[in-house]
């Protein structure tokens, strides 16, 4: 294949929900389609969510950056390997995957999880509270959408409430596109820091937090404590914010929806925020749908893709709770798939609940137009949601 | 009528099934997968299948 049959990756988005255009094509065609990246490397391009489902369960493709031929998008996505930060699970194969996993998952149940819904609603409430005392206009992805992910996971891992401002304007500097690299390098090294104290200061005196949890288990390091908070702090924040901001445009133009749980599966499916955050290399030759990938090459499995693939939902460009969105893979699938998940469900339920019952005249300030939405990011989002009520 | 089983050794906890199926499936303490209705019918068992369809680790088999 000469490099003139590339398409060039990564594609732009051209509205709220829609996966790129291209994709369409991508996935009537058989085979998979061969990219490149800015960096000139090739990926092989995954759409179909049967396909999408087989790349992440076989255990021929692995999630490890230190493989020869792991794609690398842009610096942000340059996923970081366990060997760089340790208890970077999300980047290890089974079976050294399954030990991170398994001391994570009792502090991840369904349970656990609803246990969490007052603290949750008491942080939702505290953010309303504050754009109520403002006036009657707020930037809703600063005000809101961020700052609900951010003090939610600050207060899973235990971190004292006098320390909340600290850990969620560096976290947000971590998490805002517009970030120098310097400066996210700089919050990255506050946050660890502060973290590692954290840890210290847990073993030492334990609370009910996850921290101080996953210390008296045993089954992980401190060293290793501190890169699974720092995964935790960075997996659940930008996606878990642009999928509440995404999810009040939507509501906002189908109103009908607002009060019907079916909705949260069908945000999740539509908007599909994190659609190049599942990368792959193959360890060994592996047929997909039809295509040969050799040992060593990118497998990129759009998530977004393969939850608007039309023989898994009908038409799927059309935002309808009323489908039963289950089987979306819009927090992957197989072995990776998202630890946060339930919590993410839990935080969307509770901001809809919060913003569209204490404030029933919210909308959107601007034309739908004008709206800055991240058409290139990793994630896709939006910038900023000026609203006003 | 079917008859459900679960690899327990496969099972991620990521509850998918206590959410498709709560009349069928259970997390334990651990996170891991339980059993609750081995021998599930009528809407229990559609919604069995349904678990078993969307289990990212494919832990779940549903013997006919
Ligand atoms: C709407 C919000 C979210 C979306 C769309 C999302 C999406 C994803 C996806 C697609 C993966 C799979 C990555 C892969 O296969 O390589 C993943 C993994 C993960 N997510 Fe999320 N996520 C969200 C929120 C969260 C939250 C709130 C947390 C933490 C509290 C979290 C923690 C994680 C972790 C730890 C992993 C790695 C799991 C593993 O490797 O076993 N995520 N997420
Ligand atoms: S859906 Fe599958 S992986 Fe998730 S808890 Fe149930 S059996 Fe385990």
Redo the contacts with the bound molecule.
């Keep these: 294949m000469t490099s003139t049959d590339l398409v060039p990756f990564m594609m732009r988005r051209p509205g709220v929900p829609f996966p790129p255009p291209e994709y369409e094509g991508f996935r009537t065609k058989p085979g998979l389609t061969k990219a490149a990246l800015p960096s000139g490397e090739t990926v092989w391009l995954v759409t179909r969510h049967e396909e999408v489902r087989a790349v992440?369960t076989d255990p021929r493709i692995s999630?490890n950056p230190t493989h020869e031929g792991f794609p690398r998008p842009s610096r942000t996505v340059g996923a970081p390997s366990a060997d760089d930060v340790p208890g970077w699970?999300?980047s290890l194969d089974p079976p050294d995957?399954n030990r991170?996993?398994k001391a994570l998952i009792p502090e991840f149940t369904v349970r656990r999880i609803r246990a969490l819904r007052p603290a949750v609603e008491q942080i939702v409430d505290h953010a309303i509270d504050q754009m109520l005392a403002k006036g009657n206009t707020a930037e809703l992805v600063e005000d809101f959408s961020l700052t609900v992910?951010s003090l939610v996971?600050s207060a899973?891992l235990g971190v004292p409430k006098v320390d909340r401002d600290f850990f969620e304007e560096k976290t947000k500097v971590l998490v805002t596109l517009t970030s120098t690299d310097e400066q996210r390098d700089k919050a990255s090294e506050h946050l660890l820091r502060y973290i590692n104290r954290l840890i210290t200061i847990k073993s030492k005196r334990p609370g009910d937090d996850l921290i101080s949890k996953l210390l008296q288990g045993g089954l992980l390091t401190p060293q290793e404590l501190s890169g699974v908070s720092m995964?935790?702090l960075i997996?659940?924040h930008e996606?878990?914010a642009n999928?509440i901001s995404l999810g009040v445009v939507t509501l906002l133009q189908q109103k009908q929806w607002i009060d019907d749980d079916r909705m949260i599966e069908e945000l999740?499916r539509y908007h599909s925020?994190?659609d190049l955050?599942?990368?792959r290399v193959a360890i060994e030759d592996v047929e997909i749908g039809g295509q040969l990938v050799r040992a060593g090459e990118g497998i990129v499995p759009l998530?977004a893709g393969a939850n608007h693939d039309p023989d898994m939902f009908e038409r799927p460009d059309e935002f309808d709770p009323s489908r039963s969105a289950t089987g979306h893979v819009?927090?992957?699938y197989?072995?990776?798939?998202?630890?946060?998940?339930n919590?993410?469900r839990l935080?969307m339920d509770v901001a809809y609940r919060g913003l569209f019952r204490r404030i029933p005249t919210l909308e959107v300030a601007v034309p739908l137009e004008e709206l800055r939405f991240k058409y290139d990011g990793v994630l896709f989002g939006l910038h900023a949601l000026p609203v006003r009520w | 009528m079917a008859r459900i089983s679960v690899d327990t050794g496969k099972c991620?906890g990521s509850a998918q099934c206590v959410l498709a199926a709560p009349d069928v499936f259970d997390q334990d303490d651990d996170g891991f997968v339980t059993v609750l209705d081995a021998s599930p019918s009528g809407d229990a068992e559609s919604t069995a299948r349904t678990a078993r369809g969307i289990c990212p680790a494919q832990a779940i088999t549903v013997h006919d």
């Excluded at chain 1, 197989?334 to 998940?341: A, E, F, S, T, Y």
């Design positions: 992440l999630s699970f999300v995957h991170f996993r992910p996971i899973l995964l935790l997996a659940g996606t878990t999928n999740l925020v994190a955050v599942a990368l998530v819009a927090f992957g197989g072995v990776h798939q998202c630890l946060g998940q919590l993410v935080e | 991620i």
